[in-house]
Structures are given as C-alpha cells and as structure tokens.
C-alpha cells in the first residue's frame, strides 16, 4: 500500500521560507516520478516541481527560482524547499508519485496515481 505523509506546513510572513517533507512508503519501483502540487481556494489544482529517480528537475515557471525539489533516498523522502514565499503562494500542498514515464514525457502534472493528503501553508503579507 502506498502512502505519502505531507508536513511542514505553516504560517510565515511574505518574504520567508519553509520546507516541505513528504515522508514515502510503500513505493517499491525503482524508477519513479515524484512532483509537489497546489491547490488554492477556488482555483485549479497546479504542478509546481518534480524529480525523477534518476534527480532530474523540473519545474512550473510560477516558482522556478524559488522553489527547490530535492529526496533523500535513504529516508524515502521528498522535500520542498520555499523561499521569497509570497501571499499567493498560500494554499494546500500536495506531493503525488508515479511512474517514471511521467517525468519523463512532461506529463506528471495530470497523471500521478498515488497522493498525500496535504499540507496547509499560509503566507501573509
């Protein structure tokens, strides 16, 4: 059974940072795509960043250079790291797995079968 355990999640003042965990269990390939997502009040859910088995990166043009995505393998773990955090940032925060391909072909934003419940992050100005 797959399970991701999104934490972190906070409330800080415009300009702050946080970093996300989500703690992974029971994702066994070994080739795998993983991505962070967000969903404000009243709008669309959006893909933020994923990273591949293999490290690669990617990222949504809405928070390139200011968010990072980064796992520590040994810890089954998936982290987010946010800085310059802006009011508009606020929202729930997803991490989501599935398969490499997905990565690959650009396409984790729609596809990712397996996800958290999310984490709550409110930014103020």
């Known amino acids: 059974q797959v399970q991701l355990v999104e934490s972190g999640g906070g409330s800080v003042q415009a300009g702050g940072s946080l970093r996300l965990s989500c703690a992974t269990s029971?994702?066994?390939?070994?080739?795998?795509?993983m991505g962070w997502f967000r969903q404000a009040p009243g709008k669309e859910r959006e893909g933020l960043a994923a990273?591949?088995?293999?490290?690669?990166?990617s990222y949504a043009d809405s928070v390139k250079g200011r968010f990072t995505v980064s796992q520590d393998n040994a810890k089954n773990t998936l982290y987010l790291q946010m800085n310059s955090l802006k009011p508009e940032d606020t929202a729930m925060y997803y991490c989501a797995a599935g398969p490499w391909g997905a990565c690959v072909s650009g396409s984790w934003v729609k596809v990712m079968p397996y996800w958290g419940k999310g984490t709550l992050v409110t930014i103020s100005s």
């Open positions: 990273i591949d088995s293999n490290g690669a990166t």
């Open positions: 029971g994702y066994t390939y070994r080739m795998y795509c």
